[in-house]
């Protein structure tokens, strides 16, 4: 089938459009700067557009099995001031409109709608509560953008296009994102802490989110919020220990909440705050993660062997076959 995907160039989109081509998909990733991919997967192609119009793509959403909407602007990318906050929210609502556009003027609707989001949806207020998808969304600036994020395609669900969000957690990757940055201080032997200590830390090896995706792009009963995030979340401190474990290093070097902020301004938020998301909907669909506690994923990223002392059997990876593909055929 074909599939389209905004944002197939980022920490999510690479391997997420490698891993499809690889299942015989035709797979588009819709790129403003296509001449400055240097490595574009096998089997992907890549399609220019502007990041706020179907025009010069808007026809391949026509007869499309999927489209992926992972666009936006780097959360993390630069510190917040309130000309960075505008772009990180229009940015993904802009790139919500094109979807909608293409989808609105295919004759042929795609087959379903991942639309990204994030567990920040739910705000930095959630306390030690598990944080399912039937939380109502926060009042801060992320808990915002993400409502707007999933708002901006909504209207799909009208035109009978099936809709799933994903509310994706920390996303644990050796290829980019938070996870590089964290682990760095602990290599240098000054590792530990951020603020209190006490915040919930959701986190997702890549591939258990690359493979959830394919998983909701599949199963036909997948409508709706799902939170993407590992079933054993943990605390700030225990995921610097854990670090700390895989690599041979001390992790009792605290990084203050005060300097945080004065680093990061509000940014600071992102290391200051967290959910205790667990993945309730995805769970109850039968998902199986490959990754499910924080040293079984730590492990594998940073390829120590890690003390087994204190960690069960649980803390290898899940012994389960990969989900279901989705059917490569004819469009």
Request: aromatic share 8%; glycine share 12%.
């Amino acid at each position: 089938m074909r599939i389209i995907i905004t944002g197939g160039t980022g920490l999510i989109g690479k391997p997420l459009s490698k891993a499809l081509a690889a299942d015989g998909h035709e797979v588009i990733v819709l790129t403003r700067t296509p001449e400055k991919v240097k490595e574009a997967p096998v089997g992907v192609k890549l399609q220019k557009w502007d990041g706020k119009s179907a025009e010069g793509w808007g026809e391949l959403a026509d007869g499309a099995g999927a489209i992926i909407n992972l666009a936006g602007a780097g959360i993390a990318d630069k510190r917040w001031s309130q000309e960075r906050k505008r772009e990180i929210r229009q940015s993904r609502i802009d790139a919500g409109k094109a979807v909608m556009a293409a989808i609105t003027a295919a004759s042929n609707k795609p087959g379903v709608l991942i639309q990204a989001s994030a567990v920040g949806y739910y705000g930095v207020q959630t306390g030690d509560a598990q944080v399912t998808e039937s939380f109502s969304p926060g009042g801060d600036f992320l808990s915002k953008v993400c409502f707007d994020w999933e708002a901006s395609t909504a209207p799909a669900s009208k035109q009978g296009v099936r809709r799933a969000v994903i509310r994706t957690g920390v996303v644990l990757s050796n290829e980019g994102g938070a996870f590089p940055k964290q682990v760095l201080p602990f290599k240098l032997f000054a590792g530990g802490p951020v603020g209190s200590g006490k915040q919930w830390y959701p986190w997702i090896h890549i591939d258990d989110e690359v493979r959830a995706i394919q998983f909701l792009i599949a199963n036909d009963k997948a409508e709706g919020p799902f939170n993407l995030s590992a079933p054993n979340p943990v605390t700030n401190k225990e995921f610097g220990r854990l670090i700390g474990e895989a690599l041979g290093r001390p992790s009792f070097m605290p990084a203050p909440a005060f300097a945080m902020q004065i680093v990061f301004g509000e940014m600071a938020m992102i290391l200051l705050e967290g959910q205790r998301a667990v993945p309730q909907r995805l769970l109850e669909l039968g998902f199986k993660f490959k990754y499910e506690t924080a040293l079984a994923a730590l492990k594998n990223l940073l390829g120590a062997s890690a003390s087994t002392n204190g960690a069960s059997s649980a803390s290898k990876p899940t012994e389960e076959k990969q989900p279901e593909p989705v059917a490569a055929g004819k469009e």
